[in-house]
């Protein structure tokens, strides 16, 4: 791995494992995300009986186990499946797939320059997982520029590979949410007062994290569409966009409304 990890995991901790030979007693697995090995008991696969232990793990399935005790003096770990939530799963899949995809990513970076692997984490693999996480890095670098690397540190050669290789190989997932606003002006030029409250509104949105269109349904009534990260934002910017372009409008002597669309 690119990336450096401390050579034991801790109590508590949760890993990533390949089960690799299923007793009767328990699992052997592999510790994916460490050079090691460790056991989970039959007693710790779940908290109702069991029957057949492989209804429960099988050889060669990924699984999220949660570190109950480690021994460096004996080279033992043992693990817990029954003790991981549903929610800790979930978390924990999410984590790790990203972290698989920083490597692949770092080792574009690597082809991209002429460098090892091991020299361009070391060189800015490093720092940038220690200020915003590798995967993170890579997705803030596409977002917001390389700008977001080379101040802490990371030459400009390798900034820029980092964000020609984000460019290519990350497309960040956008939520969408719908509005519908009514607008009337009586003025006889009631029509470009409409569109120039939407201009004013939009010209007021900088973030270039949100993407928004408005259109025609059937006048009066306007929609709103908003894109963007997450649903917060997503909500945020319709509500403020909306709010803004019918302030625009009863300011020019119309009238006004939104609703938001399910």
């Given at each position: 791995m690119a990336s450096r990890n401390?050579?034991?995991p801790e109590v508590g901790d949760l890993v990533m494992a390949t089960v690799e030979n299923v007793k009767d007693y328990g699992a052997y697995v592999k510790l994916d995300e460490y050079d090691k090995k460790g056991l989970l008991?039959?007693?710790?696969?779940?908290?109702?009986?069991?029957?057949?232990?492989?209804?429960?793990?099988?050889?060669?399935?990924?699984?999220?186990l949660k570190v109950l005790r480690v021994s460096i003096e004996k080279g033992h770990i043992d693990l817990s499946l029954r003790r991981v939530t549903k929610r800790e799963k979930i978390e924990k899949i999410k984590s790790w797939k990203r972290k698989r995809k920083a490597e692949a990513l770092l080792r574009n970076v690597a082809e991209r320059t002429s460098m090892s692997p091991e020299e361009v984490y070391e060189k800015a693999g490093a720092p940038i997982e220690n200020e915003y996480g590798l995967y993170e890095g890579f997705e803030k670098v596409l977002k917001e520029g390389v700008e977001v690397l080379t101040k802490i540190g990371v030459t400009d050669q390798l900034a820029t590979a980092f964000a020609e290789v984000a460019q290519e190989?990350?497309?960040?997932?956008?939520?969408?949410?719908?509005?519908?606003?009514?607008?009337?002006?009586a003025k006889p030029n009631g029509v470009t007062i409409i569109k120039k409250a939407f201009m004013k509104a939009k010209k007021g949105e900088k973030s270039k994290d949100v993407n928004l269109r408005f259109y025609v349904i059937a006048a009066p009534k306007y929609g709103i569409d908003v894109l963007a990260e997450n649903y917060k934002q997503a909500e945020a910017t319709l509500q403020r966009f909306a709010e803004k372009t019918v302030s625009n409008i009863v300011k020019a002597?119309?009238?006004?409304?939104?609703?938001?669309?399910?």
């Open positions: 401390q050579e034991w008991h039959i007693s710790e696969i779940s908290s109702s009986w069991i029957r057949n232990i492989r209804n429960f793990v099988r050889e060669s399935q990924k699984v999220v190989r990350i497309r960040i997932p956008m939520v969408k949410v719908k509005g519908v606003v009514e607008l009337r002006c002597g119309g009238k006004g409304s939104f609703r938001r669309e399910k």
